[in-house]
């Protein structure tokens, strides 16, 4: 049994070519990879490599990890500048048994020497947001989840490993140097191929203060579905994070178990994700919070076609 999952749409003609990968017997490894490159080169996603949108200084830095669940090897990048595919180089970092974590110039230097494709990732669209968003910001204040998305995926091959990655440009806007979940281990990816793997999407500040992809592993160790696990601990964090402080950021999450069952939960509406498990095709569905719930369904036909057309309308100064 083979099976992925994805945070958001976007992550659709990446899983459909990884998902035959697995068909042909490929680990769950290099399905994570392909899948999540595809999204990277893609540019037209905002939020996630080539074309994702910059900091503050109007800098593309992008975060990046990647786990192995049945070696606990881990990798991951934070604050990359300028390289094509930052997922691939997380994965290459999980080969070693230290120096796992790389961030910036250090990580920058580490690619360069293992010849990782090297790239401009701020785009000219990128650049007109900025802009745009500059003149906005005069008008009215910065939300701190305006614009963002990561891809998170967890892959279950025939032979039973399960493997998480993610891959991100961060918080539009975001201070140089900020880094959120995604190349935190247990914050937004973890995997175990004795139970299941999680990764996360939303506010990388509230989703690291869960350890939320971790503690979605541990619940299904503990015997809970994928999708109670996802549930209770989304529910759980959100709880927390209002009672202590009156809000909560954003929280999306996405798991599967060894059976390749899945889970989702969320507090936001429309959140997308997709799954593809052998003997079927690939799925996108919707989720959105119903009371202490997320109602699931599949995407409708509309839905799916305004997606692309939305994503690559023109964008004018
Ligand atoms: N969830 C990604 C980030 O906050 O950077």
């Given at each position: 049994m083979w099976a992925m999952i994805a945070t958001w749409r976007m992550a659709l003609e990446g899983v459909s070519e990884a998902g035959k990968l697995l068909q042909e017997g490929k680990s769950s490894g290099e399905a994570i990879e392909h899948a999540i490159r595809c999204v990277e080169d893609f540019p037209y996603y905002k939020s996630v490599g080539y074309g994702g949108l910059p900091n503050e200084e109007m800098v593309v830095e992008l975060d990046a990890g990647y786990m192995d669940g049945s070696t606990m090897a881990m990798g991951a990048v934070a604050g990359i500048k300028d390289f094509a595919n930052p997922i691939s180089i997380a994965k290459d970092l999980?080969?070693?048994?230290v120096n796992c974590v790389l961030v910036a110039e250090g990580a920058e230097k580490y690619a360069s020497k293992k010849g990782f494709e090297r790239k401009t990732m701020l785009t000219d669209r990128a650049k007109i947001h900025y802009r745009k968003r500059i003149k906005l910001l005069k008008e009215e204040e910065l939300k701190p989840y305006d614009g963002h998305d990561?891809?998170?995926?967890?892959?279950?091959?025939?032979q039973g490993k399960i493997v998480a990655g993610t891959s991100t440009s961060g918080l539009f806007m975001k201070k140089a140097g900020r880094i959120g979940d995604s190349p935190i281990v247990g914050g937004g990816f973890y995997a175990d191929s004795e139970v299941g793997g999680a990764t996360a999407t939303g506010l990388g500040e509230d989703l690291m203060k869960g350890c939320i992809s971790y503690e979605i592993v541990r619940k299904m160790k503990e015997g809970l579905s994928p999708q109670?696990?996802?549930?209770?601990t989304v529910n759980e964090l959100d709880a927390k994070l209002k009672k202590s402080r009156g809000f909560a950021g954003d929280l999306s999450v996405v798991a599967i178990d060894k059976d390749g069952n899945f889970g989702c939960a969320t507090n936001i509406k429309n959140f997308s994700f997709v799954v593809y498990r052998q003997g079927e095709e690939p799925i996108v569905y919707l989720a959105n919070p119903v009371g202490n719930q997320t109602e699931i369904y599949p995407a409708s036909q509309e839905w799916m076609d305004n997606y692309m057309k939305e994503r690559i309308v023109p964008i004018e100064e």
């Open positions: 999980s080969k070693d048994t990561t891809v998170g995926e967890v892959a279950l091959d025939s109670e696990a996802c549930q209770k």
